[in-house]
């Protein structure tokens, strides 16, 4: 799953995220559910994939006065 995780992107894992977490008494009763350390995992994931982002903006991004 973690290889999944990182071939989506920012916008894609959290449609993912939202599609699981929000469904989680639907997701029991079927049987190719995520587990709640997948759910976990995708959170983490997706925290590190916007954490990368910004630093990569502000890496780029000059103030002058």
Not at 52 to 64: C, E, G, H, M, P
């Amino acid at each position: 799953m973690k290889n999944f995780f990182k071939s989506l992107s920012i916008k894609e894992l959290q449609v993912w995220i939202n599609k699981f977490d929000n469904y989680k008494l639907l997701n029991q009763f079927l049987d190719n559910s995520p587990s709640e350390e997948d759910i976990k995992l995708a959170k983490k994931i997706l925290k590190n994939k916007r954490n990368y982002l910004k630093a990569q903006i502000n890496k780029d991004t000059y103030i002058t006065f």
